[in-house]
């Protein structure tokens, strides 16, 4: 039973334009998720979190949103960068903050064309 | 330099010959991880380990084994690997609470035939 899913694999996208990748989740009692950006051939590097007891979390051209009610998060990339290209994995903990037991989606392929 | 270090990073074995994947971490983490990714599985946690010889089952530990005997190692064992076990492997760590959650090694590429 997937508790955190991406359902879009993959997403294209053109330079400068907004890039929003989705994450749903099934358990409530989630409450600190993250997102981690994936180059090829390289390990996953965080990108920013945010815990449930905020809706929103920015940090440059990254803005993570939390409907909590929905059990849905999106993370938006604007404007998007050719470098931004890199599989984004979403990640959740329900341990009182505790960051060490993350459950992982499945990832979504990004391609932002120039 | 902060880093989670692993190796080999490529690696191609035959069934039933043993191997060892080492991790280590220089930023005197307690927590440690191993996760493998296969397409549309995402990352599945393997073992982890809470602090010295304190390991403990993660969500697919089948075939696997893994040692805490130092804070800073945390190897990854395969007594019999098999071709299911192909995939990509990555070790972590983190504190037990951090904002930026776990800290990943580069990565090894194990195939198994």
């Known amino acids: 039973d997937q508790q955190v899913k991406q359902n879009s694999p993959s997403l294209s996208v053109q330079e400068g334009r907004i890039s929003i990748l989705n994450c749903d989740y099934t358990?409530?009692?989630?409450?600190?998720f993250l997102w981690y950006k994936k180059y090829p051939a390289e390990g996953p590097t965080f990108l920013i979190s945010?815990?449930?007891?905020?809706d929103k979390n920015e940090d440059g051209r990254f803005t993570v949103f939390l409907n909590k009610s929905a059990k849905h998060l999106s993370l938006h990339i604007v404007p998007s960068q050719p470098g931004d290209s890199a599989v984004y994995f979403c990640?959740?903990?329900?341990?009182?903050?505790?960051?060490?037991?993350?459950?992982f989606g499945t990832g979504t392929l990004l391609a932002v064309q120039p | 330099e902060a880093q989670v270090t692993q190796n080999p990073r490529y690696l191609i074995t035959v069934t039933g010959k043993k191997l060892t994947v080492t991790c280590s971490q220089n930023?005197?983490?307690?927590?440690m991880s191993w996760y493998r990714q296969d397409p549309g599985l995402g990352l599945r946690q393997i073992y982890y380990?809470?602090?010295?010889?304190?390991?403990d089952k993660g969500d697919v530990p089948e075939g696997y084994k893994v040692s805490r005997k130092e804070k800073r190692n945390f190897p990854l064992i395969l007594e019999s690997p098999s071709p299911n076990q192909t995939s990509l492997y990555f070790c972590?760590?983190?504190?037990?609470?951090?904002?930026?959650?776990?800290?990943f090694g580069p990565g090894t590429r194990l195939t198994v035939t």
């Open positions: 380990s809470m602090n010295v010889e304190v390991t």
């Open positions: 945010i815990s449930s007891i905020k």
């Open positions: 990640a959740a903990s329900g341990y009182g903050g505790a960051t060490n037991k993350l459950i």
């Open positions: 930023m005197n983490h307690e927590y």
């Open positions: 972590a760590s983190s504190l037990v609470r951090d904002s930026k959650g776990q800290y």
């Open positions: 358990n409530s009692m989630f409450d600190y």
